[in-house]
């Protein structure tokens, strides 16, 4: 049996600037940011971990933080939302589950605040990412936001309904169903298309790697 299956897990808010101090080394690790232009200030978890935003980390059994996550309040027309502005873990932990238990333990912090939505982005070329945000958590990509951080830094910003019981995946039946895109090599070609299924009121529900080793989005009815 692998190692990592037999260690135990705990999901915990940070609170102390210790903690914040490893949770800010450990998005550098991540990442692999040089630059301190890219850092996370420890002082920044501190305060919005005081003022109604969510600093959770994951401990294994050493009490050693493995992976954290971090948001804050956002508010459009529709009302207040809970905004999810980076998950990462470590990169010997990953695949193994943790991610969603960072996601879990920011909806607690969120519901607990009185917030019923849940927004982030990810990278729409990214299948597995895609994959996750769509079919594991139930989240819908609602929104594209073409270079959000810069030039070819597209991104799809995802909204997930943090008040349903976890829904149940989309079968290969209901699929057929769905507006299908097939992941192009272009991620110019990609904006083009997630767009315009979006103009017509449609939201990413799922994304699946195909037997031919290409990527799919399927699209459906956004108020789904």
Not at 23 to 38: K, M, Q, T
Request: negative net charge; charged residues 20%.
């Amino acid at each position: 049996m692998n190692r990592i299956s037999e260690v135990s897990f705990r999901a915990v808010s940070l609170t102390t600037a210790s903690r914040f101090a490893e949770a800010s080394e450990l998005y550098r690790a991540v990442f692999g940011y040089l630059d301190p232009a890219y850092g996370l200030n420890p002082r920044l978890l501190g305060a919005l971990a005081s003022n109604g935003g969510s600093v959770v980390g994951i401990l294994d059994e050493s009490d050693k933080l493995v992976a954290f996550a971090y948001g804050f309040c956002g508010t459009d027309r529709r009302g207040f939302y809970h905004y999810s502005q980076s998950a990462v873990v470590a990169a010997d932990h990953q695949g193994h589950g943790l991610g969603r238990m960072l996601k879990q333990a920011q909806r607690e912090v969120a519901l607990s605040h009185g917030m019923s939505r849940m927004r982030w982005t990810y990278d729409p070329m990214q299948v597995r990412n895609a994959h996750f945000n769509l079919d594991v958590l139930g989240a819908r990509g609602r929104w594209f936001a073409p270079d959000m951080y810069g030039p070819g830094t597209d991104r799809v910003i995802v909204e997930w309904d943090l008040t349903r019981e976890q829904p149940a995946a989309v079968d290969q039946a209901e699929l057929t169903e769905l507006t299908e895109l097939i992941l192009p090599a272009d991620p110019a070609e990609l904006r083009t298309s997630f767009e315009g299924l979006l103009a017509k009121g449609l939201a990413a529900v799922s994304c699946r790697r195909l037997p031919d080793g290409n990527g799919a989005y399927y699209f459906g009815p956004a108020d789904a």
